[in-house]
């Protein structure tokens, strides 16, 4: 059996008012006295089927005051969603010839540097895995920086946001750097 508001609703309450909050969209508040009197609140927000909150209250002051509470918590969320969205719709700055790099591993850490190759939207870039090169050597660390040009795999396609960062796989995601900087990798035979 699915639940829906009318399971939650206040059906036998004779006093209960309900009125929809116009700043917060789906909004049901109701309102009411239960059998003793004691001032009570169901609210619902969004789609939710279940209420946001079922109390009852000390006081009526009490009840308006998380009531209000709720309305200004929900206006601050839908307003945190809509700035994400929007931050989502900005895009990448990556440019054809950047390079991302990848640092994953358990126990050791292994490094892996992608360079863009094509950018066919604000949205996705098209990268290929690129080979990296040792510069400098002490045994269980080393430091690797990437190669340009060297390419060890076909081009694949990823979706990228404002942060420039790609998931290359469901362990790892590869962020923009710079071609001269090198990255701490663990030494060949140390690892794992």
Known sequence: MKMTRDFYRPSAAVNASMHVIDDVPGSEVYRYKNADGAPVAIVFGGKRAKPDFYFRFQSVERREAKIAEWVENQKARD???????????VGHSLKVGDVLNSSWGY??????FY???EVPSKCFVIVREISGMTVSDNGPSTRVKPVKDAFKSD???YKSGVSNT???????SAHQTDWDESHHETGYGYGH
């Open 115 to 117: 360079q863009v190759v």
């Open 166 to 172: 790609i998931s290359v796989a469901s362990y790892a």
């Open 107 to 112: 126990d050791q850490t292994n490094v892996d």
């Open 79 to 89: 307003a945190s969603a809509k700035a994400r969205r929007a931050e989502k719709n």
């Open 155 to 157: 081009p694949k396609r």
